[in-house]
């Protein structure tokens, strides 16, 4: 079992940034693949960006590539995302999810609240 705490969400301006952090625990965080979706009421919750368990191999989702930074520290046990350049249409709650590869994703955070205003 892994359990995903998120933190740094908040109400920011178009144009200004936030960094969302995922404090993971209970099992050996570096065996895990992280990654951070998002959802907004009414829709699917959307793949944001993934990273792989050393690090490498970052994958963003579209929608946000040149403006989102996914990193992780492992010895933290934490995953970060840096989130820049934000706009109104970003707004969503976060979440952050963990697998084992080759499985998929069945650990998930509560999320936490990012509000753009323009």
């Known amino acids: 079992q892994v359990q995903l705490v998120e933190s740094g969400g908040g109400l920011v301006q178009a ?3 936030l960094r969302l952090s995922c404090a993971a625990s209970g099992r050996t965080f570096s ?7 998002r959802q907004t009421p009414g829709k699917e919750r959307d ?8 690090g490498g191999n970052p994958y963003y989702a579209d929608s946000v590539k040149g403006r989102f930074t996914i990193s992780r520290d492992n010895p933290k046990n934490t995953v970060y995302l840096q989130m820049n350049s934000l706009r ?18 069945i650990y998930w955070g509560q999320g936490t609240q990012v509000t753009v205003s323009s």
């Open 31 to 37: 065996n895990y693949a992280m990654a951070w979706f």
């Open 47 to 54: 793949l944001v960006a993934a990273i792989a368990w050393s």
């Open 15 to 17: 144009g200004g940034s």
């Open 88 to 105: 109104p249409e970003d707004t969503a709650v976060y979440i952050c999810a963990a697998r084992q590869p080759p499985g998929t994703y």
